[in-house]
């Protein structure tokens, strides 16, 4: 029976080849499409998964509230993991690491070479808390101050072999100290689906050796981890130490709580202390966009397969009339069905393997398709593909009274023509949608890249000082300002375009109590950089060195001003804690970080000791400038390699994952509008002919050729037009929704949309025009030949 059906499947194939190709191409391209989709999803999704401890580990978080926000951070007390792991028998581990407040990179020394890597200070613990196999060495070699763990590929990189690396003796050296270590264990490098990206651990005390506040209960640069017992309740363990922070700093705005330590990849953005966004939007609408293109491939298959059907209908009656009975029938055209699934399957694959390189580089992945790992899934999505393409038709075709088929007299049952209409309707509404959002999205990009915000960017380098050195500027800015080429130089602590740096506790009004836990922006700059970026001082002064301007002066934005109520702000002393702090300055507003953030009240402060440097160069001077500042800086920090970029790039960068979204949503969009318009080209083949009789006729009384184009285009631009009414309100809400992780946005006008519909009209008329031309050319006496 199987064998049979097979033979009459490929026999039909063979017979209809038009159709087979265009469903083999439709069907094998988006297949292509969602595989590429779920292979990324799936990449998106095991992000830190792999630990064997992985659900019952959890991170714990604080939310701080203030007046105007509630602010959420995932950096603790050092002493947290300690204190949570004795007061709470839920706990059944603790552990504590910290990249010292994103400066991990250091430099390892060994026989005279040097290299430079990432570094965590870590509990002697971690290998018991989080799965990165230890290859030699013992796992809990970090309870000797002076023994580290090293990575496997810095082993390799360092000493040669792994073998050879335990019992060495190293020089660490950080923006904390210098020392050196003896190598005691080496531990598989953490994979690339990892958060935690590292090649060196250090004990944990080091850090506190150096700063006490890093162990502080109201301060600390940890990240807390736990392990929590088997069938414990996190939403009971959440309640029971929501306030736990509270009694240890006897400050009643912190609110402890943990969530999954996997989860945090794709749900860890905060919004006023309310999850949402976040890396899960763009997995939740790529998914969306494969099961989409999936559903146009598909809707190909069932309009083909039923507008064929009349082809058939003599084949159907003859085996009923010999005792075919209707579950035979419907076997057959799901087998069919899933043939054509499976074929295309075969080509999707040999797609995916040769486009995986190309997306791999898009999306910034090295997704690799093992097809032993997803076998199941491939089978079950041939089985999924084929059952909803095969489904229709199989049910259509199989229903055919045979004595009416056999006398001719069969007719499409009524809502036949309307089904396959809706079919196309449905499948040009989400190609129409595709366009749209790809416009908006692309015009949002084009937005923020080009926006005035307030400072320039151009032609600004920037760089970090790394390691050991004197943390006094002067010398090394004094060096830079003598080259060429570069107009002006300064440095600030932490990054401006970062966004990030904020603080509170400022006073300006003493009769009230809501002033006193505000969160402001709080940048940190040296002198130059306000001049730098041609930030506009609308009152007042800037930082000067001549006037000897130390950490006491501060200066506001207009926001700040405008939130004090401070009518002449010059001069106004505000109160940071116990700290006097005098205003010298307004600044006009200016965007400080991406435009996902709205523009905050802002207290610029004072800092001459930052580390991240900034220089204005002379246009058209950048590689000769560069390879100077180079110099400069190899003088200073003879052992770091010189990691230079401009301030331009790094904005963009900050809208790398939109960027992305966008690349990929033109592809899939294109995806989709070939598969569409495969569709239709057989779909017009296919009522060109079944009018032949018509047109002839219509050809003897008269009608011109364009007569006959407009005949045979119209049914079709009307179906477009009824998706552009239907994919409008869709579109609509799809792209304010996508729109609501930006602060600032364009405008959705109506000629965005209007353009989305005239391209898919104009996109249907291109795709039916060489069908609908070719019939108006036709002979009327061959068109009615056989009548």
């Known amino acids: 029976m199987l064998q049979h059906n097979l033979l009459i499947t490929l026999r039909g194939f063979k017979r209809h080849k038009t159709t087979f190709l265009i469903n083999l191409i439709g069907l094998s391209t988006g297949l292509a499409a969602a595989l590429l989709i779920f292979l990324w999803v799936n990449d998106e999704r095991s992000v830190d998964t792999f630990h064997e401890k992985n659900d019952r580990l959890y991170w714990a978080f604080t939310h701080f509230q203030l007046t105007n926000n509630k602010f959420t951070w995932d950096y603790t007390s050092g002493q947290l993991a300690s204190a949570m792991l004795e007061e709470f028998p839920e706990v059944e581990e603790s552990l504590r690491i910290s990249n010292a407040m994103h400066r991990p990179r250091g430099i390892i020394s060994f026989d005279e070479e040097n290299f430079e890597v990432n570094g965590l200070f870590s509990d002697p613990n971690i290998f018991d808390v989080l799965t990165y196999p230890v290859l030699v060495g013992d796992p809990h070699s970090l309870e000797n101050k002076s023994s580290v763990a090293i990575s496997e590929d810095l082993a390799k990189r360092v000493f040669g072999t792994v073998e050879s690396a335990v019992g060495k003796t190293i020089e660490w050296e950080n923006g904390f100290f210098k020392n050196e270590f003896v190598v005691q264990t080496v531990f598989k490098a953490p994979p690339a689906n990892a958060t935690h990206q590292f090649d060196i651990l250090v ?12 162990n502080a209960w109201n301060g600390g640069y940890a990240q807390t981890f736990l392990v929590l017992k088997e069938g414990t309740n996190i939403g009971d363990f959440n309640k029971k130490v929501a306030d736990y922070m509270d009694q240890k700093i006897e400050n009643d705005n912190f609110t402890l709580f943990l969530r999954p330590y996997a989860e945090n990849y794709l749900y860890g953005k905060y919004d006023n202390g309310i999850q949402g966004g976040g890396r899960i939007e ?16 598909c809707i190909n298959f069932m309009n083909l397969s039923t507008a064929q059907a009349s082809k058939k209908m003599k084949e159907v009656g003859v085996k009923k009339t010999i005792g075919a009975n209707r579950r035979s029938l419907v076997f057959q055209f799901i087998s069919e069905s899933l043939l054509l699934s499976f074929l295309s399957l075969t080509v999707a694959i040999l797609l995916v393997n040769f486009l995986l390189p190309q997306f791999n580089t898009l999306t910034s992945k090295s997704i690799v398709l093992n097809l032993a790992d997803y076998l199941p899934q491939l089978l079950l999505l041939v089985l999924v593909t084929g059952l909803f393409a095969g489904s229709y038709p199989a049910f259509y075709l199989s229903k055919f009274r045979p004595i009416e088929v056999l006398k001719g007299r069969f007719t499409n049952f009524k809502g036949e023509t309307w089904i396959r209409k809706g079919l196309v309707v449905l499948q040009f509404t989400l190609s129409i949608v595709f ?6 999205i692309n015009q949002q990009i084009s ?3 080009n926006e005035d915000l307030g400072y320039q960017r151009d032609n600004i380098i920037t760089f970090e000082r790394k390691g050991q050195f004197d943390r006094t500027p002067q010398p090394m800015l004094s060096e830079l300002s003598k080259i060429p080429g570069v107009l002006s130089a300064g440095n600030m602590a932490g990054d401006f375009l970062w966004g990030f740096d904020s603080s509170s506790g400022y006073s300006w009004d003493p009769s009230t109590e809501e002033d006193q836990n505000h969160l402001f922006k709080s940048p940190k700059f040296g002198y130059n950089i306000i001049e730098m970026m041609g930030l506009e001082i609308v009152n007042g002064r800037s930082f000067s060195k001549e006037l000897n301007d130390d950490h006491n002066k501060v200066i506001l934005n207009e926001s700040a001003v405008e939130l004090m109520g401070l009518e002449d702000p010059v001069g106004f002393i505000l109160k940071d804690g116990d700290r006097p702090r005098e205003i010298i300055g307004v600044v006009k507003d200016f965007q400080y970080g991406s435009m996902h953030q709205e523009i905050e009240p802002m207290v610029i402060r004072f800092r001459n000791l930052g580390t991240n440097y900034m220089l204005k160069v002379q246009e058209g001077t950048e590689l000769v400038t560069l390879k100077a500042v180079e110099e400069v800086y190899k003088t200073f920090h003879p052992k770091y390699n010189f990691d230079v970029t401009f301030l331009d790039d790094n904005y963009e960068a900050l809208y790398s994952a939109e960027t992305k979204v966008a690349r990929l949503s033109n592809y899939m969009a294109g995806i989709a509008i070939i598969i569409s318009c495969l569709g239709l080209f057989g779909l017009a083949a296919f009522t060109a002919e079944r009018r032949t009789k018509e047109i002839g006729i219509r050809k003897i009384l008269g009608a011109s050729h364009a007569t006959i184009v407009r005949l045979l285009t119209g049914t079709f631009t009307k179906t477009v037009a009824l998706s552009i009414l239907i994919s409008v309100p869709i579109a609509y809400f799809v792209a304010q929704k996508w729109l609501e992780n930006f602060a600032y946005t364009v405008d959705l006008q109506w000629w965005v949309f209007a353009i989305a519909g005239v391209s898919a ?4 008329w291109f795709t039916v025009g060489f069908q609908t031309i070719k019939a108006s050319m036709v002979n009327p006496a061959q068109c009615l030949r056989n009548e």
Do not use: K, P
């Open 435 to 440: 366009i749209t959002a790809v416009i908006i």
């Open 203 to 214: 004990n944990y005390q080091w850090l506190i050796d150096y700063d006490e506040w890093s």
């Open 761 to 764: 009209i104009i996109i249907a």
């Open 282 to 297: 763009s997995v939740r609408l790529f998914t969306f966009i494969a099961v989409f293109i999936l559903m146009i491939a």
């Open 447 to 449: 937005f923020t890249l």
